[in-house]
């Protein structure tokens, strides 16, 4: 009978795999308009939709990046998982479908919040290699309310899927949100915690969106995980140094855009200039 120590059973190769580098990894954001269903929506034409996250998609890929996120961050309000229509789910896997054959890179989804079943299936659909979930274990109190670690029923969804190579990347610690349901226990364990169901990357960040984690504190989930780890916000051309030194990767979206403001579009020239830094 196979045995190990490991605490979960996590691929500490997955970036190389994907990125085909196993250090000093760029993935782009492509925050969407808002879709059909979603408050924000102002009726945009499907084709206008995917024009508009094709167009960021590009710049990104102009600007030399290794790898895209497409996330539906015009939706907010953000739902909770079980109250986001099927509507977005189509619209998502449409974008990344043809971002995808687009730019030729890999790509990863997003759909907030927390809706890891969603981003699955859309996975799946897209031959996206990998999904991002912000709370995988344990629970937390987050704009949206209480939201719970989707690791069980993701995992067995996406093995009923037979979408297994679909990695998992998931923060910890995770911004917008308060931790005092899991405040006992230290920063460290909830690390583990997300390591020990099975995700392949974790992910730390900031307060909020944009917001820069302290080295201090990227040091103690380094510490804590021999998973790879990334960073989700904050990241800028003037601290990618110092941040890359620590982790393996970076998830970079709102110091690209035009005027710094995640709404806006991607600008290919801080692109290139961000990725001049980063290498």
Excluded at 46 to 59: G, P, Q, W
Excluded at 205 to 226: C, E, F, M, N, V
Aim: aromatic share 6%; hydrophobic share 45%; proline share 3%.
């Amino acid at each position: 009978m196979e045995t190990s120590l490991a605490v979960g059973r996590g691929s500490t190769d997955c970036v190389e795999k994907i990125f085909g580098r196993a250090r000093g990894v760029v993935i782009g954001v492509i925050h969407c308009p808002a879709f059909p269903g979603a408050p924000r929506y102002r009726d945009m034409s499907a084709a206008a939709l995917y024009e508009t996250a094709l167009a960021d998609a590009l710049a990104y890929a102009r600007g030399g990046v290794d790898g895209l996120i497409v996330e539906n961050h015009g939706d907010i309000p953000f739902s909770k998982p079980e109250d986001i229509g099927h509507e977005t789910s189509a619209f998502m896997a449409v974008t990344a479908d043809r971002i995808a054959r687009e730019t030729g890179l890999p790509i990863g989804i997003n759909v907030l919040a927390n809706a890891a079943m969603a981003a699955l299936a859309i996975a799946a659909a897209s031959n996206a290699a990998f999904v991002r979930v912000n709370q995988w274990a344990n629970a937390y109190i987050a704009n949206e309310g209480l939201i719970e670690g989707a690791a069980a029923s993701a995992l067995r969804y996406r093995a009923r899927l037979r979408a297994t190579g679909v990695r998992v990347f998931a923060d910890a610690h995770v911004k917008h949100g308060a931790h005092a349901i899991v405040a006992d226990r230290s920063l460290e364990e909830l690390v583990r915690d997300v390591e020990f169901f099975d995700a392949d990357a974790i992910i730390a960040t900031g307060q909020r969106t944009g917001d820069a984690a302290s080295p201090d504190y990227l040091k103690q989930i380094r510490a804590a995980t021999t998973l790879p780890l990334l960073i989700g916000s904050g990241c800028t051309e003037h601290n990618i140094s110092e941040i890359l030194s620590i982790v393996d990767g970076v998830i970079v979206a709102s110091s690209l855009k035009a005027g710094g403001q995640w709404w806006n579009p991607v600008d290919e020239a801080k692109v290139r200039t961000f990725m001049r830094a980063a290498r």
